[in-house]
Structure formats: C-alpha cells, structure tokens
C-alpha cells in the first residue's frame, strides 16, 4: 500500500505582492495624511496670527511723533498683559515694569527703556534712537503676550 504513493517535494508559495497594499495599509497612510495636513494647518494658521500681531504692533506705533510712539507703545503692552494678569493695566512705576520683565532671563525692561516707557510719552521730545530700541523690545513682548491667548 505505501508503496503506491508518489511523494513529490513541497512547493512554497510566492509571497504577496506588495502592491495594493492591504486595506489596514490604506487606512494608515489616510490617517498619516490627515495628521500632517492638520499639522501643516496648525503651523499655517499661528504664522498668519504672528504676522497679523505685528502688522498690528507696526501700524499702531509707526507714528512720526516719538511720544505718541512711545504712548501707543504703552497702550497696546497694557492690553496685551490685561489678557494675561487680571489688573495689569492698573499697574504704576516699578511694578509694571517688573512684569513686563517676568519670566524673563534678563531684564529688558529696566534703566533707560524702562524709564522711557514711563516718562517718555509726557515728555515733548524723547530721543528716536530710544525710541526705536523701547518699540522693539516692546514688540516682542506684545506678540509673546497676545500669542499665548
């Protein structure tokens, strides 16, 4: 009886080809799609805020007056730290100054810049190379302020 049986060699079978992939496949690759595209969005989204925060910034202070650059300059940090530190628009003198400096390495709001921001806008004739130097620190600090909201 066994020996009627033709035994012949086990043939292994081709493995699958890689294209299409498998519908799990597809499903992955959709939802990697979807990350990055909402990524890209996101990213898309906080770089039109940004420069929209500083056309805003740059439209507000971009006046020919000094004090009423440096005034401007005051008005919007006040608006920008009130969405941040309930009564921070009520703040005088040192106190206002140290929060602008809050959370910060170095301060960048004390000595001239500090006292410019504080006595510059009474003043009828500040210096514009000050002036300069206050609006940029202070431009950054607005947009660090308002982009946190």
Do not use: K, N, Y
Not at 6 to 12: A, E, G, M, N, S
Not at 42 to 47: A, K
Not at 87 to 114: H, I, K, S, V, Y
Not at 121 to 142: K, N, T
């Amino acid at each position: 009886m066994g020996e009627d049986l033709v035994l012949r060699d086990i043939h292994l079978s081709t493995a699958p080809d890689w294209w299409p992939p498998a519908p799990g496949w597809w499903l992955v690759a959709g939802a990697l799609l979807l990350l990055v595209a909402g990524l890209l969005a996101w990213r898309l989204r906080r770089r039109r805020h940004r420069q929209r925060l500083l056309a805003l910034f740059d439209r507000e202070t971009g006046l020919a007056d000094p004090a009423a650059t440096v005034a401007a300059i005051s008005s919007l940090l006040r608006r920008a730290a009130r969405e941040h530190h309930p009564g921070a628009d009520r703040l005088e003198g040192e106190a206002w100054l140290a929060l602008l400096d809050q959370g910060r390495d170095a301060p960048r709001f004390a000595g001239a810049r500090g006292e410019l921001l504080l006595q510059g806008a009474f003043h009828p004739d500040p210096p514009a190379e000050d002036v300069a130097a206050l609006r940029q620190v202070a431009r950054e600090r607005f947009v660090e302020w308002m982009e946190r909201r």
